[in-house]
């Protein structure tokens, strides 16, 4: 499989697809080294995730110059990334205590009864490239943290910072066959939905996130969905500086090139308000610094790949048709990489 550079359409990897029979060794292979893993004292597994933090913050320039080659987001949003996942490990490793220990419920001298929190054995992740790192320990690491053994599917998109993770996990203690990565595409993740896993998490699309649910519904295990969103904002005529709502939500819709789920797609402002708002709003779009993201101080670079400038374009094309005005940007850039104007 080829992973390239969004920015310069060049091919920077070439890595080895994962097939059925190499999906099966794997998930066997995790089957087996589970319940070692969940006899591991969860104080040591905590410190296993804790050193994996240390190691994602020692190695954060080469981890966001991989993240950034392969889907494409600025550099210091590669860096923020990182740390915002370094954070979220800690925290949950700082609370796994408290969420993981058994409560004892009802104790008498006739009759105890307990809560007891039990990992559910090997568990599938299907992640997504936009986010690869936060999206990711959202689910991998608590489920370490539990006494599960995970089989990791990173999106195609971000499939080398899927084997940094993967690479790091082991660094930090994880053991042998207790974490593997599945490398590939659609295919590989449709594969593994056949397999017997005793719970599926997965983040991406609403068609994509529809059609496991319906796969694994029969299986009768716990599957998570995180989908996508059509998040609105409404800006009222009270709000006491309009120039700094205008810049948050510019913020909110086209911060990692306006690649997230939770990505500002509506702005409805108060007609008493509304010119004064969209030319704070522009200004600010105007401000930012679009090129390589590679470069210093760029806010907008490429998008992951090609067929969503194709896609992008085409959404432009049919507002203007509507009645939209277009104020800044709504062009693909000139040269190599898929580049859009905001």
């Known amino acids: 499989m080829e992973i390239i ?3 310069t359409e060049e091919i920077i990897a070439k890595v080895q697809e994962d097939d059925k029979a190499s999906l099966e060794k794997k998930f066997h292979l995790l089957k087996t080294a589970q319940p070692k893993w969940n006899g591991v004292p969860l104080t040591e597994r905590i410190k296993v995730l804790q050193k994996f933090t240390e190691l994602l913050k020692s190695n954060i320039e080469p981890l966001a110059a991989i993240l950034t080659s392969e889907m494409g987001k600025p550099l210091q949003q590669a860096r923020n990334e990182i740390n915002g996942a370094s954070g979220r490990v800690l925290w949950l490793c700082e609370h796994a205590e408290k969420y993981l220990s058994e409560e004892t419920m009802t104790a008498t001298k006739d009759l105890t009864e307990k809560i007891v929190y039990e990992p559910l054995g090997v568990i599938c992740n299907i992640s997504a490239w936009n986010f690869p790192y936060n999206v990711g320990v ?12 995970v089989m990791y599917k990173p999106s195609e998109f971000s499939t080398l910072t899927g084997l940094e993770i993967e690479k790091y ?4 203690g994880v053991p042998e066959n207790v ?14 939905l056949n397999f017997s896993f005793d719970g599926y998490f997965f983040t991406g699309s609403y068609k994509t996130g529809q059609y496991i649910y319906e796969k694994v519904a029969p299986k009768m295990v716990p599957c998570q969905l995180e989908l996508g969103g059509k998040d609105p904002v409404y800006v009222a005529d009270d709000i006491e500086n309009i120039k700094s709502a205008a810049a948050g939500i ?21 007609e008493k308000i ?13 401000s930012w610094k679009n090129g390589l993201p590679t470069e210093d101080g760029v ?10 400038v194709d896609f992008i374009d085409q959404q432009v094309k049919e507002a203007v ?11 693909k850039t000139e040269g190599k990489g898929y580049g859009f104007e905001p």
């Open 5 to 7: 550079n969004p920015a």
């Open 138 to 149: 959202n689910v991998f690491v608590p489920a370490l943290l539990a006494g599960n053994a």
């Open 169 to 172: 996990l082991k660094q930090a």
């Open 179 to 192: 974490f593997h990565i599945a490398v590939g595409a659609g295919e590989v993740g449709n594969t593994l």
């Open 250 to 270: 510019a913020d909110g819709a086209f911060y990692n090139n306006g690649q997230s789920c939770c990505a500002v797609e509506r702005v409805y402002v108060h």
């Open 274 to 286: 509304y010119d004064a708002y969209v030319k704070e709003f522009v200004e600010e779009v105007k």
């Open 299 to 308: 806010y907008i670079s490429v998008v992951s790949r090609k067929p969503q």
């Open 321 to 331: 048709a509507k009645g939209a005005k277009i104020l800044s940007g709504g062009k």
